[in-house]
């Protein structure tokens, strides 16, 4: 038997070069789409003669609608081992296996740190600066050693963030909801009160929280009128932690600083977003788990995904 395999949103076409796909081309007729598709319809569309898709992230949601129209799909496997995005009650009920790979937590951490150093030290206005018109220092760095670094959310990632604060000689604080004063001290930081006084005193404020019903709009109007005017916030988890409106309004009025962003409600990130024009905003297009390690383990592994369907023993199922 013959699978007709799709990757989807491959954007580097990083799928070839990391996959291993050698191991199964006599079972395996593979397609790699670089593109990204917003309409289910056109979606679909692409996608309804495949047996095996691979997607990446959430880049492409997966609901039940999208499910019932693709009949031939028998495994969908998506980078990491969570993925908000793909209906999987729906996968279950019309017999489509979905199968995960493991991912690393340091590329993130590495991309938040890149984020805060770069606004703090003004990288974009400096750099460009030296590029274009010859002006030679233009603007003051922020100081971290000595400035309160506040984290919402102190996981895996938020934790790696808190070690690399410290050793800038930060002050670290964080809050969630679930955060108690005993794991916050095995961390080395402090346990704010609330979210309130930890967005009131920080200088920096980062996001490390999954996406749900009670952490969507985490930071809203309110909460960002807590923040220093002197402040950024940093959110490389999900766009749906902040109200981008209220950010985007904060940010043109200049009541926070700025913000470094690597995550959108909408991806590809449109023309028109204005956070491609506020001078403030600090922006990467989804670069978190981007890396060399992250796409090897991933394409190497969906392989195996692959391998273990074949074989009829599914490995790395996500229930």
Not at 60 to 67: C, D, V
Request: negative net charge; glycine residues 8%; hydrophobic residues 45%.
């Amino acid at each position: 038997m013959t699978l007709k395999c799709a990757v989807i949103d491959d954007y580097q076409e990083a799928s070839r070069r990391f996959g291993g796909w050698d191991y199964v081309a006599d079972q395996v007729e593979l397609s790699v789409f670089t593109d990204h598709l917003d309409d289910e319809d056109a979606v679909a569309a692409r996608l309804a003669g495949f047996d095996v898709l691979v997607i990446m992230r959430e880049r492409t949601p997966f609901p039940a609608s999208l499910l019932k129209r693709l009949p031939n799909l028998k495994l969908l496997i998506t980078s990491g081992m969570r993925n908000a995005a793909i209906d999987l009650v729906a996968a279950r009920a019309l017999g489509v296996t979905v199968c995960g790979t493991a991912s690393n937590s340091q590329p993130p951490a590495e991309l938040t740190w890149a984020l805060i150093l770069g606004l703090a030290r003004h990288l974009t206005v400096e750099t460009t600066a030296f590029r274009s018109n010859g002006r030679w220092q233009q603007t003051v760095g922020m100081d971290l050693h000595g400035a309160t670094l506040g984290l919402l959310g102190l996981g895996k990632i938020g934790s790696q963030i808190a070690q690399v604060g410290m050793a800038f000689g930060m002050d670290v604080v964080a809050w969630s909801a679930n955060l108690t004063a005993e794991r916050a001290a095995a961390a080395g930081v402090r346990l704010a009160a609330s979210k309130d006084e930890l967005l009131a005193e920080a200088d920096i404020v980062s996001l490390h929280l999954v996406l749900g019903e009670r952490t969507r709009d985490l930071v809203g109007e309110r909460e960002l009128a807590l923040m220093k005017p002197s402040s950024y916030l940093i959110n490389t988890s999900r766009a749906g932690l902040v109200d981008q409106a209220a950010l985007v309004s904060a940010l043109a009025e200049r009541r926070i600083a700025g913000a470094g962003l690597d995550v959108f409600d909408a991806e590809p990130l449109p023309h028109d977003s204005p956070f491609r024009d506020l001078p403030n905003v600090l922006a990467t297009p989804h670069l978190g788990y981007v890396t060399d390690r992250n796409y090897r383990g991933y394409f190497e592994q969906a392989v195996e995904d692959i391998q273990a369907l074949l074989e009829g023993a599914p490995i790395r199922v996500l229930n």
